[in-house]
């Protein structure tokens, strides 16, 4: 199971200009020589004169280490929440965690080479807490024994390795183990944020008030997020990078019921780079009271009953169905595996989709249009310049998203290698941008739509306005699925009556059938920010896209509670003077 975009990250109307960028982007490379020195050496070579230390000694062991590599992530994170206008929870919180990694064996064979039939390797990097301040003597120490412990555990693991491989079917041209790439070197001076918590949590207090006059509103609340992350990684291979990472987010979220039962969530969030460039208050009210009547409304609505048809993904949904049915399914390390369904491995060179569309997973984008991207990064989590990567041009598969564990036939990395704070990297996706080159009004496309029905026979076709989130499944041992989960359905009519807000299902399918019934694309892009969940953490990622017509999607009935409304009335609202 491929757990994927979290709900916790949906729709982003963040508005930054492209000049704001640029001149930021021109402001930091003229400064940042300055400062580097000054604030980023101290610990880069705290971490460097450790990482030789070791390494000269695990070098002469009887399992050789050819690999050390560190990573350290400071995180400062302050999250405020308020609900039905009362302060939920005002926390701040600091923490520095040091990654260690040892490989054991070479760059052809090494611990983290995979075991056929055996399952996974297991994890290959090992966490240790680190002080938040600079202090030479204490974090060599901690540094010393994580090294001591990921060295125990990879050459227990290369063991295991060459055991497996002696025993099982090999690949006739297996890939290497480990990509050789270029040592990168980028200090960049911390990242910081200062916040009026005062201010923030009366602003709060205020945006979370109106839930509270629909008594049928039985979860809510606004919050805010700001976590400034400073990345440091080293490596014995001659890396230094520092890099520094500023997350703003305010997430909007509320669930009523319908009268059977059935719990109806909706989620909105907006994100930025900065304080500042988070939305007004007023903007956001609108939002909230724009919520609360959309809430009401599909309490009201009526159920769609499993349905095959055409349907229109607007752009968040259509971001999020590739994001969950394409772009796991081109992670380079789910090539590697046996377990895996491999889906594409094949089909380097072949058509995948329909010629008008490309897909391109572009982390050094920080913006779309207007919309600030989650998904950006300079460096990798394997040290790795960040690059765009075009997987499909014209509809033909060109390559495969990588980390350092490469493919026979793509040897380097592209500079997908990712994870959270304390996990293994693996080929992740960043930004996916699905871009077509023949596209269509808006109106056109819900007019192609009915046409579309009533070439079908169907009284109507489904409109996936917005999202929550959703999942897949890549493995060889469980049915190679989907499902993605919208919380905004609208009927349109093929005869021309009015569309109509529906509730209840949820979109699924398999991968090959899904792309083969892309039709039509708009001139209108929208963009889905969210974290993707999978085997090395949760990841910032965005998925953009147009919105498409599809000829045929599968919905089936949502999961539903048994539980009845309240039995008891709500109590009474306190009247404002």
């Given at each position: 199971m491929m757990p994927s975009i979290k709900p916790s990250a949906h729709r982003n109307r963040v508005r930054l200009s492209r000049l704001a960028i640029i001149v930021a982007a021109l402001f930091t490379a003229t400064e940042s020589a300055h400062v580097q020195s000054q604030a980023q050496a101290p610990l880069i070579d705290i971490l460097q004169a450790e990482l030789r230390r070791n390494l000269d000694t695990l070098k002469t062991a009887q399992n050789p280490a050819y690999f050390i590599g560190y990573t350290v992530h400071d995180s400062r994170l302050t999250r405020l929440a308020a609900s039905d206008g009362a302060l939920l929870r005002s926390d701040e919180s600091q923490t520095r965690a040091a990654s260690v990694e040892v490989r054991v064996g070479d760059y052809t064979f090494d611990n983290t080479h995979p075991l056929k039939g055996d399952g996974n390797v297991g994890p290959r990097t090992t966490r240790v807490n680190l002080t938040l301040t600079d202090t030479e003597a204490p974090i060599r120490l901690e540094l010393w024994r994580g090294t001591d412990r990921a060295y125990r555990q990879a050459a227990e693991a290369l063991t295991r390795a060459r055991s497996n491989a002696a025993a099982k079917i090999q690949d006739e041209k297996p890939a290497p183990d480990f990509s050789r790439e270029e040592p990168q070197v980028h200090l960049d001076a911390p990242t910081a944020y200062t916040l009026d918590t005062a201010a923030w949590e009366d602003r709060l207090r205020r945006l979370s008030e109106p839930f509270s006059e629909d008594p049928l509103i039985f979860r809510s609340d606004v919050s805010l997020s700001v976590e400034a992350t400073n990345r440091y990684y080293t490596n014995s291979e001659g890396s230094r990078i520092a890099t520094g990472e500023l997350f703003c987010r305010i997430m909007i979220q509320a669930a009523t019921k319908a009268a059977d039962g059935m719990e109806l969530p909706l989620y909105s969030s907006f994100f930025s780079r900065t304080v500042d460039g988070l939305p007004s208050e007023s903007a956001l009210l609108a939002e909230v009271r724009s919520m609360v009547a959309l809430l009401a409304r599909l309490r009201d609505a009526p159920i769609v009953d499993p349905f095959s048809g055409p349907a229109i993904l607007s752009g968040r949904a259509a971001g999020v169905f590739f994001h969950e049915i394409f772009g796991h399914r081109v992670e380079g390390h789910r090539q590697r595996s046996a377990d895996d369904a491999q889906t594409f491995a094949k089909r380097v060179g072949q058509s995948v989709l329909p010629t008008f569309l490309s897909v391109v997973f572009d982390p050094t984008r920080r913006v779309r249009g207007t919309t600030e991207l989650h998904g950006f990064n300079q460096f990798d989590?394997?040290?790795?310049?960040?690059?765009?990567?075009?997987?499909?041009?014209?509809?033909?598969?060109?390559?495969?998203?990588?980390?350092?564990?490469?493919?026979?036939?793509?040897?380097?990395?592209?500079?997908?290698?990712?994870?959270?704070?304390?996990?293994?990297?693996?080929?992740?996706?960043?930004?996916?941008?699905?871009?077509?080159?023949?596209?269509?009004?808006?109106?056109?496309?819900?007019?192609?739509?009915?046409?579309?029905?009533?070439?079908?026979?169907?009284?109507?076709?489904?409109?996936?306005?917005?999202?929550?989130?959703?999942?897949?499944?890549?493995?060889?041992?469980?049915?190679?699925?989907?499902?993605?989960?919208?919380?905004?359905?609208?009927?349109?009519?093929?005869?021309?009556?009015?569309?109509?807000?529906?509730?209840?299902?949820?979109?699924?399918?398999?991968?090959?059938?899904?792309?083969?019934?892309?039709?039509?694309?708009?001139?209108?892009?929208?963009?889905?920010?969210?974290?993707?969940?999978?085997?090395?953490?949760?990841?910032?990622?965005?998925?953009?896209?147009?919105?498409?017509?599809?000829?045929?999607?599968?919905?089936?009935?949502?999961?539903?509670?048994?539980?009845?409304?309240?039995?008891?009335?709500?109590?009474?609202?306190?009247?404002?003077?």
């Open positions: 989590d394997e040290g790795v310049k960040a690059r765009p990567v075009t997987v499909v041009d014209k509809g033909i598969l060109q390559t495969f998203l990588l980390g350092r564990a490469p493919l026979q036939r793509f040897p380097q990395s592209n500079g997908h290698g990712r994870a959270q704070a304390g996990y293994v990297p693996v080929s992740r996706q960043s930004n996916l941008m699905v871009e077509a080159n023949k596209t269509v009004s808006a109106d056109r496309l819900i007019e192609m739509l009915k046409e579309e029905a009533r070439r079908q026979g169907k009284p109507f076709g489904l409109l996936f306005d917005n999202i929550e989130g959703g999942f897949t499944f890549t493995g060889r041992s469980t049915p190679n699925a989907f499902n993605v989960l919208p919380n905004v359905v609208y009927r349109v009519y093929a005869d021309g009556r009015p569309m109509e807000l529906v509730r209840g299902v949820d979109l699924i399918g398999t991968p090959l059938a899904a792309f083969a019934k892309i039709l039509a694309a708009s001139d209108v892009v929208d963009v889905f920010n969210g974290l993707c969940g999978a085997e090395s953490g949760s990841v910032p990622v965005s998925a953009s896209s147009p919105s498409l017509l599809v000829s045929e999607v599968e919905v089936q009935k949502k999961a539903q509670s048994q539980e009845t409304l309240p039995i008891l009335p709500a109590p009474e609202p306190k009247r404002r003077s």
